[in-house]
């Protein structure tokens, strides 16, 4: 393995200098946390599913004009991203009541919401990720208005098109975390899907039996985490059975 330069290094992911200018590599851990990092393990596997997940809906997404920072899937625990300057602020999309709006609103966990909601929470682990309005957004610049409407069209359109692709396998997208960062392309700047989707940044639910088939898994001591995300990697068609999700899991290798 070549040394690459190590540009940063989060709580589930690393990124590398990538091969070419305006690239780099994103690297998937096991290092599962909660609760801004009070809760921690490694979950055998999580990585790699995550790689894969991710890739599929960054891939989709571009399939309906969502333009995202991937590229291609270097290896079992790696992609290849363009570089962006992240926009400092996580957009959660809801479609049904659960976690922290549950518990700030007393909102009863499952209770179906009259259309779709766009929250705002500040990129900040020591703050613990505040949530944050548009007129906060807007008077300490964190992005310009033009960005805040593109922002909120591009994930609502993220959330149409993953609501109808779970939906199509039986899952209930319950809520959703996304980043956004400006790409700039010969003097162009766009703002583009970054980051990753997974059953980390997703709330996940069985249609039928209202399952949990994501990180609350872990937020929650409900064991099987790893487990409920190869399922949702087994429903989406990207791991085939059973016998080859478990091969798939029990990969721990490191970056190639
Ligand atoms: O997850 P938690 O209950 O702390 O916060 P939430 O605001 O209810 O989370 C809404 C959705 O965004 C969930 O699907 C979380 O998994 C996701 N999220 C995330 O991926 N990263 C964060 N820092 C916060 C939320």
């Given at each position: 393995m070549t040394?690459?330069?190590?540009?940063?290094?989060?709580?589930?992911?690393?990124?590398?200098?990538g091969p070419e200018p305006g690239t780099l590599v994103?690297?998937?851990?096991?290092d599962a946390t909660a609760f801004n990092a009070e809760k921690k393990a490694v979950l055998d596997g999580k990585g790699v599913l995550n790689n894969r997940i991710s890739e599929f809906m960054m891939t989709r997404l571009a399939g309906v004009g969502i333009p995202n920072h991937f590229i291609k899937r270097l290896n079992m625990r790696e992609q290849l991203i363009k570089k962006v300057e992240i926009i400092p602020l996580e957009v959660i999309v809801r479609n049904v009541a659960a976690?922290?709006?549950?518990?700030?609103?007393?909102?009863?966990?499952?209770?179906?919401?009259?259309?779709?909601?766009?929250?705002?929470?500040?990129?900040?682990?020591?703050?613990?990720?505040?949530?944050?309005?548009?007129?906060?957004i807007a008077a300490f610049n964190w992005a310009s208005p033009q960005e805040m409407d593109e922002l909120i069209a591009l994930s609502l359109r993220v959330n149409d098109f993953m609501s109808g692709l779970?939906?199509?396998?039986?899952?209930?997208?319950?809520?959703?975390?996304?980043?956004?960062?400006?790409?700039?392309?010969?003097?162009v700047q766009r703002t583009i899907l970054a980051d990753e989707i997974s059953p980390d940044s997703c709330r996940l639910w069985d249609l039928e039996t209202?399952?949990?088939?994501?990180?609350?898994r872990f937020r929650r001591d409900l064991g099987g985490v790893t487990e409920a995300y190869a399922e949702?990697?087994?429903?989406?068609?990207i791991i085939k059975e059973s016998a080859q999700g478990?091969?798939?899991?029990?990969?721990?290798?490191?970056?190639?």
């Open positions: 040394r690459r330069r190590m540009i940063y290094e989060g709580k589930a992911k690393i990124l590398y200098e994103q690297y998937f851990k096991d976690g922290t709006m549950s518990k700030r609103l007393g909102v009863e966990e499952g209770t179906q919401l009259p259309r779709a909601i766009v929250e705002f929470c500040l990129k900040n682990d020591e703050l613990g990720d505040p949530l944050v309005s548009e007129e906060h779970f939906a199509g396998v039986g899952i209930k997208l319950v809520d959703f975390k996304l980043e956004f960062g400006r790409h700039f392309e010969n003097d209202n399952e949990k088939l994501d990180k609350d949702v990697a087994r429903r989406l068609g478990a091969e798939i899991v029990s990969f721990n290798g490191a970056p190639k």
